[in-house]
C-alpha cells in the first residue's frame, strides 16, 4: 500500500497553456485552450492545421546557453521542467544527496524527429556527413539523462515508454523506490514534442480530428468528438520520502496514495477497470471517497465512452455524484506528458477546492451521461483525487492522490 509516505513537494510545467505551477493551473481554472496554428513545420499536405504547440518556450532562461545548441527540442523541454520543479521544491542538488536523488520519465515520441533527422543526412550525403553530436539525441533515454546530467543527480535514472500512460507509470516507478528505501526524492513526469513526423503518422491513421472532412473539434464525451488535437509539453513532479520532506521542511503539495495499472487488449475497458480497482485497493479507499475523477478522455469516441463505462461500473450508484473532467480538451493528447499534465491539474485541484473543466463540451452523448464539469470549473472541496490513462493499445493506468494534512 502506498499509504502516506509519498508526497509531491515541487512542479515544474511547461504546456500549451501556461508555463510554471501557477500559470498552467490559472490556464486550466479559466478554461483557457492552448490550440494554435501549428509553426514548427509545414501543414499544407494535412487537413488539421493546428496543435497545442508551445510558441513562447525559450530554453535560455532556464538552462543558459552552454551546450543547447546539442540538445533536440524534448530535451529543451523536460530540462527545463525539471529545473522549474527543483526550485519549486526548494530542492538544492549537492554531492551530500545527489545519490538519494533519481529520474523516472516518461518519453514515446521524443526521439522520433532527431532519429529522422539524423537518418536523412546519412541517406542522402552518407555517413561520413552526419553531426555526431546529434546523435545521442535519437536514443530514447536520452532526455533523462540530460537531466541528471544537467542537475547532477546520481541515482537511477529510468525511461518509460509506453504512450498514453507512461506519464502516470514514471510516477509508480519512481514512488516504488521511495517506498523501498532506495532513494530519498524523485524527479517524475513526461515530456512529448510536436513533430512532423509524429504528425503525419496520426494522420494517416485518422486519428486527428476532422480527419474525415468535419470541421476541427476537440470536445471529450461531446457526441461531436471526432479526434484529437496532438499537443506537446513536459511536466516534471518532485516527489519524495516524507520523512524526508518534513525534515527539510518542504511544502507539502499532495499525498500519493495508490496506484495500479494492467494490460489487456481486450478493448472492452477491462483493463482500466482493473487498474482503477487496484489503484482504490492500494490506497484503502471507497467508490464514496473519491471526490473527483481526472479523465484520460481525449475526444476521440471510443476511448472516451469506455472510460464512462468504466467509471459506471466501479463507482455504481455514486457514479453519477462524482465530477468528471478531461484537460486534454485545454491542453491537448501529449501522450506521455499527458499524465503528467493530470497528475499536476490534481494536486491544483486538490490545493484550491477548484476542479478544472470539461471545455468546449456543447451536445451530450447518450453514451456518456456523468457529471462532466462542462465549460466552468466547479468548486469543491476535495480530498481524494483518482486520474486515469488509458490507450488503444492495451495498457491502462491509475493513480490517487489525497490532500496533505498536517497533522499526519
Known sequence: MAGENVVITGMGVISPIGTGREDYWTGLREGRTGFRDITLFDTSPFALKSAGEITDFDPLVYLGKKGLRELDRSTRLICSAAKLALDDARLHISDHNSDAVGISIGATFGSLHSIFQFDRVRLTEGPRYVNPSHFPNTVINSPASQVSIRCGIKGFNTTISNGFCAGLDSLMYAADFLRMKRADAVLAGGVEELCEEMFHGFSLLGCLTGADGSAPVCCPFDARRNGVILAEGACMLVIEDIHAARERGADILAVVLGY???????????????????????????????????????????????????IKRIFQEESGNIPVSAIKSMVGESFSASGSFSLASAVGALRDGIIPPTVNYQVPDPACDLDYVANEAREKHIKRVLITASDPYGQNSSVILGRYEEER
Open 260 to 310: 495500479g495499472c494492467s494490460f489487456d487488449r481486450s478493448g472492452n475497458g477491462e483493463g482500466l477497470f482493473r487498474a482503477v480497482a487496484a489503484a482504490m485497493a492500494d490506497a484503502g479507499c471507497g467508490r464514496e471517497e473519491i471526490d473527483y475523477i481526472s479523465s484520460c478522455a481525449n475526444s476521440s469516441r471510443d476511448l472516451d465512452q469506455i472510460e464512462t463505462k468504466v
